[in-house]
Each structure stands twice: as C-alpha cells, then as structure tokens.
C-alpha cells in the first residue's frame, strides 16, 4: 500500500467513514491536534527511557489514539474518551503530588530535558481541548472534553515529577 493517495491535494481529507471535509475543518484542526500531542508524548519517552511513567505515558498515547478515531470519524462508531481513564489520570497526580513540594509560586517550563518535553506537551493538550471544545458532543464524544483537561493537570503534575525524580529543581517565577 502506498503511503500517499493523491486525494489530499485538492484541500481535502477523508474521515473514517468516507465523508471528505476540508483540511481546515474544526475535526481536522482538533485531531491533529491531538496527533501533534501524542508524538509531543513519544518525544518525552524517547527522552525519558525506563522512567516510571513510561507505561502511564504510553497508555495516555492510546488514549489520545482512541479520542482521535472519534473525532477523525463520521459518527459514533468510536466511543473517544473513557471515563475510567479520567480517573486513573487523577489517581496518578495524587500519587505523584505526595512525593512534590507544594507549589509556592508559578513556575518555568524547564529544568530536565524530560520535564521541558511535558510542558511542551500540556501546552499541545490545552489547544487540543480549545479545538475540541469547539465540536458538538457528538463530534468528540461525552468524555473527551474531561480528559482532556484532566491531562493538560496530568502534564504539568508529571513534569514536577520528572524534574523531583531526576533531582532537578523547578525554576520559580519571581517577579523583579
């Protein structure tokens, strides 16, 4: 099979299902969206070999893989978001926030290669959600929207955590 069809090159693309939209559409913006994120995710992995998120990380990628079949579809055969899932993201920052100093001021993106990667990633995941956030219901499916916000938390949380694991300090926002 050939990776390229030629049927893009007039401005267009195909969902699943057949249906052709442009590539500007809202679907189109929002799934690629939360494509961009979950390779921003395999570059956090890449950088992040044997870290204990690693699994969590690439069960997140599937996740967004599952939200994208949704929103790349013409209907309702791809449920998106699983509720479940919400919960396992909150269960995870929990976990993660006891081995964390509280935040006492806004902090940089930064510290630790890793860390940088997830800020870059929960800044991909808020877009994502601002253009998911733009489709009806039935586009995204009824979860989509919670998970995505709920994961931009997860990021951040888990770039603290990355920084603290690799004995790397957050730089703290002082104002002069």
């Keep these: 099979m050939k990776i390229y ?19 500007h559409s809202p679907k189109v913006e929002a799934y690629g969206t939360v494509d961009e994120l979950a390779s921003a995710l395999g570059v956090v992995r890449a950088h992040w070999k044997d870290s204990v998120l690693d699994d969590q990380i690439h069960q997140i990628q599937a996740d967004l893989f599952e939200i994208n079949a949704r929103l790349a579809s013409s209907g309702d055969r791809f449920p998106g978001a699983n509720p479940i899932r919400v919960d396992a993201l909150e269960t995870s920052i929990d976990e993660m926030e006891k081995e964390l100093e509280p935040l006492r001021s806004f902090i940089f993106p930064g510290g ?32 989509t929207l919670r998970y995505l916000n709920r994961l931009a938390d997860w990021l951040f949380v888990a770039a603290r955590y990355a920084n603290h694991t690799l004995k790397v300090d957050d730089i703290p926002w002082v104002r002069d």
Aim: aromatic content about 0%; overall charge positive.
């Design 5 to 23: 069809t030629r049927s893009g090159d007039d401005g267009t693309t195909s969902l699943l299902g057949s249906t052709r939209v442009p590539k």
């Design 112 to 143: 630790s290669v890793p860390a940088a990667h997830l800020h870059v990633a929960r800044t991909i995941c808020r877009r994502a959600e601002r253009r998911t956030s733009r489709l009806d219901e039935d586009d995204r499916g009824a979860h």
